[in-house]
């Protein structure tokens, strides 16, 4: 069983961090490329971070700089930190793969931004 659980999400005040973390019972380590999306209220779900097995990542722009994607294949779990954050960085959080796969959708974590 692949899908991931998410966790770590919260209420945030704008320009302070928070770490997310995704983890599955299945293995992560023959996942070439692991990220994170997120979705606001009315939005469509988007990337923002995406890391490979080789350590090459990817942001995207709103992000860049301030978001870090890391991953743990022993521990079965990817981890997004968040800093500076800012209110439009209030949404749900998920991890996929890339390209994601349907069966391995969470529940997500919400993160709000609020001062």
């Known amino acids: 069983q692949v899908q991931f659980v998410e966790s770590g999400g919260g209420l945030v005040q704008p320009r302070g961090s928070l770490r997310l973390s995704c983890t599955t019972a299945g293995n992560i380590y023959n996942m070439y490329r692991v990220a994170w999306y997120r979705q606001a209220p009315g939005k469509q779900r988007e990337m923002v971070a995406s890391r490979t097995s080789g350590g090459l990542t990817s942001y995207a722009d709103g992000v860049k700089g301030r978001f870090t994607i890391a991953r743990d294949n022993a521990k079965k779990t990817v981890y997004l930190q968040m800093n500076a954050v800012k209110f439009e960085d209030t949404a749900v959080y998920y991890c996929?793969?890339?390209?994601?796969?349907?069966?391995?959708w969470g529940q997500g974590t919400q993160v709000t931004v609020s001062s």
């Open positions: 996929n793969t890339d390209p994601a796969e349907n069966d391995y």
